[in-house]
Structures are given as structure tokens and as C-alpha cells.
């Protein structure tokens, strides 16, 4: 899987006691990277870039258990797809946030077997298609920017997706914003989304 990015030397060893010990090793010999053309984003151990900071995620001023109810302070926030679908490790094994809803799934894979699924095949395993035609369009994805998809992929509609990258921790707080805000609604129930 190519990259497109490599994280900054470890200026943040400290939260590498915190991780597990393979996965603090791999840290020390890459630092986080981005991969697949932007698809996949492995945080790394370091205090800037924010955006590819495990602890901001972790424990940051947008700690994803702060954002998302339905994440613990226990689970690690190790990577994310461009859409901004975070990947959790909780329990010592993966577990897959949507950004759209807040809901957290298993993903029923330890972390390095869920990394070699993702090198087989990251469009299709991370369900990441509209990054491709993203890329036909002739867009760029910069590293420290994710995918802003309107309508959100969470609604049905007959409009067609707008796709634009933005700064990573902005469509992060948005998407957890968005999520809090449907939260209640009902499968299959009608929401207007008002664009301020």
C-alpha cells in the first residue's frame, strides 16, 4: 500500500506505554502514516501535526470519547478512512465508529490482521468508493484533510453527492455534531438539514 504520508519523528513517547506493545513497536519503527491514496490514516505518536496526534484523539480538546458517546476513554483511536470513520481499539480488538451516526461496531479483527485487510483491498474494505471518483474528478486529498460528503451518506436522496476535502479536525467535529443531532431520529424518519 502506498503512502502518501509518514508521521513526524516521536516527539510524544510517553503515550507509547499506553498502547500495546506491538503496536507501540511499529510506532517506533513508522510513525503513523497515510496510505492508499488518502483512504487510511494511522495516527502516530506526536504532539503536531494535531490531526495525526494519537493522544489528541485520545485525550485532546476533540477526545473522540468526548465527542461520541458511545466511545469509552479506554478505546484507542488508531486510525480513520478519509470520510472520517474512525478505527477504535477497544478490547484488543478493532472496532469501526461511523462519523455520520455515533454507532460502534466490531469489526472482529485483532489490529494487524485488520491492517493486512486493509492493504489487500482499502477501497473495498474500508467501503471508501467515492474517494475514487473524488480522484477522477481531478481533486487533491492533502494529508491533514478528509472527505466532506452532502448529502451525508446516512440519508437517502435523489441529490447527487458533493465531495470536498477539508481540514481533518473539522469534518471530525462536524460529523460528531451531526451524529448528536439525529441521534433520536427514528430509522426511516424525514430530517431537514439546514446549510448555515
Not at 62 to 87: N, R
Amino acid at each position: 500500500m502506498e503512502e502518501i504520508f509518514v508521521g513526524p519523528p516521536i516527539d510524544d513517547s510517553d503515550i507509547l506505554s499506553l498502547l500495546p506493545r506491538d503496536i507501540a513497536e511499529s510506532m517506533r519503527i513508522k510513525n503513523g502514516y497515510i496510505a492508499a491514496d488518502g483512504a487510511f490514516h494511522v495516527r502516530g505518536a506526536c504532539t503536531s501535526p494535531l490531526w495525526h496526534s494519537i493522544r489528541h484523539a485520545w485525550e485532546g480538546s476533540q477526545a473522540l470519547h468526548q465527542l461520541y458517546p458511545s466511545v469509552m476513554p479506554t478505546d484507542i483511536p488508531l486510525a480513520q478512512d478519509c470520510f472520517g470513520d474512525q478505527y477504535l481499539l477497544r478490547d484488543e480488538s478493532v472496532a469501526h465508529l461511523s462519523g455520520e451516526t455515533g454507532e460502534v461496531e466490531s469489526a472482529g479483527l485483532r489490529w494487524f490482521d485488520f491492517i493486512e485487510r486493509v492493504e489487500a483491498d482499502p477501497i473495498e474494505f474500508l467501503r471508501v468508493q467515492q474517494l475514487q471518483r473524488f480522484r477522477h474528478e481531478g481533486n487533491t486529498l492533502l494529508p491533514g484533510q478528509l472527505l466532506s460528503v452532502y448529502p451525508p451518506f446516512v440519508a437517502s436522496s435523489t441529490l447527487p453527492r458533493s465531495i470536498r476535502a477539508i481540514p481533518a479536525l473539522e469534518l471530525v467535529s462536524w460529523l460528531a455534531d451531526f451524529a448528536k443531532q439525529i441521534r433520536s431520529v427514528p430509522d426511516g424518519e424525514q430530517v431537514r438539514i439546514k446549510v448555515l
